[in-house]
């Protein structure tokens, strides 16, 4: 990591003050929160927490705002009851915190939210979102379960050795240019390996001056000039999702 003193930077921003519009539910293992939409819909999207777990209001926020452009959202617990990190923790022991939380080991909670969405709440046509830790998820999600029909992966950790090329579905990436944690070199290679090897449509974009977290991490009123890309982000993420979902 680029910063082993701290080792994760998604405590970058202020976390929002946000109620939710939506109800925890328990899903057979796990607990989800869920918001719906004003009408009714087939249409559902499933949102990846980051390390700071489901009951992060930042990404609460953002499920209800997904509700709020006609998707089911659901954001599960995908560490399945397991503690989520605190800013206040030793970042010393953070990748041993990590270790027993791996964002590629996620499948069984994935069975049991798509089978959630798809009996109890209707949904024909499945999307996923995922911030950060979440990002990772994105990624082995789409290459995993054809039944996603769209992807939006932002600034999920990329390693050099990481190949997403066998997507299944659309996939939508977004990063920061002034990511401390996502060298941009990693990027490149990313759209590099995807441009050679990839059999699905797919968008990389880099959000110039944003520092990672800036969809879901940052307030507006704090750096006016970040506001267009925040909103910008947000509304190609949802864009992305209603292209193919």
Known sequence: ???????????????????????????????????????????????????????????????????????IAICPDFFAGREAWKPSDDWSKFNDWLKTRDARKINKEADTVLKYLKEQCGAKKLGVVGFCWGGIAVRHLMMTYPELKAGVSLYGLI?????????LNPT????????????????????????????????????????????????EDINPQDKPYIEKGRKDMINWLNKYI
């Open 1 to 71: 990591m680029a910063n082993e003193s701290r080792p994760c930077p998604c405590g970058i921003g202020d976390r929002f003050d946000h109620e939710g519009c939506g109800q925890e539910v328990q899903v057979e293992h796990i607990k989800a929160y869920v918001c719906k939409p004003p009408a009714s819909t087939d249409k559902a999207v499933i949102v990846i927490h980051d390390i700071f777990g489901w009951q992060l209001p930042n990404t609460r926020y953002m499920a209800d705002m997904l509700a709020s452009n006609g998707y």
């Open 172 to 219: 939508f990436f977004i990063f920061a240019e002034k990511d401390d944690f996502i060298p941009l070199h990693q990027v490149t290679l990313l759209e590099q390996k995807l441009k050679k090897n990839c059999k699905v449509d797919f968008e990389i974009k880099i959000y110039p001056g944003q520092t990672h977290g800036f969809v879901h991490r940052r307030r």
């Open 159 to 167: 390693k050099d050795s990481d190949d997403t090329s066998n997507l």
